[in-house]
């Protein structure tokens, strides 16, 4: 793969890398350095992507670890106390993006790569270095979560 080609592929993908690096950061300013710095790495490294069918999945892989990274430097920087809330979205979306967020990771990460990226359960494995198994339960636990938050601890109240 040509460097324009590398870098053709990257700005279709950049939609998406920022979808991916809101479900893991509150912060934009967290979000852009997390994109900029594993958009840094992939060029840095895409001699060692082997497979051109697996750069997107790569790409991502790359993101998650970048966005953990700084969650991880934030920890350190601040006390539990002094963390900023996590921006809320306006709109009907609210309710749903507050229940998202009261998930654990991993439930919520592979519900996003499924539901709003369109990932099928196959690649979200590839992508999370988990087994297809793995995935499916986390991604059922998520949903049962999500359901017990949006209609309450009855889910007689929610039509299925």
């Known amino acids: 793969m040509t460097s324009d080609e590398f870098a053709e592929r990257i700005v279709a993908m950049m939609q998406t890398l920022y979808r991916v690096s809101y479900t893991q950061l509150s912060q934009s300013c967290d979000r852009d350095e997390a994109v900029q710095e594993c958009l840094y790495k992939a060029w840095e490294k895409r001699q060692q992507l082997k497979d051109e069918r697996y ?3 790569w790409i991502i892989r790359i993101l998650i670890n970048e966005c953990h990274n700084i969650q991880r430097k934030r920890e350190r920087e601040l006390p539990m106390e002094e963390l900023p809330e996590r921006a809320a ?7 749903l993006h507050d229940a998202l967020f ?8 592979p519900l996003v790569l499924y539901y709003v990226e369109g990932y099928s359960v196959g690649e979200i494995a590839k992508i999370l270095h988990w087994p297809q198994g793995t995935v499916k339960s986390r991604m059922r636990r998520g949903r049962k979560e999500l359901k017990k938050t949006l209609c309450g601890e009855d889910s007689l109240s929610c039509e299925t």
């Not at 979205?89 to 309710?95: L, R, V």
């Not at 998930?103 to 990460?109: F, I, K, Y």
Request: charged share 30%; proline share 6%.
């Open 55 to 57: 750069m997107q999945t």
């Open 89 to 95: 979205p306006t709109g009907a979306d609210y309710e």
């Open 102 to 109: 009261g998930l654990e990771e991993s439930q919520r990460l």
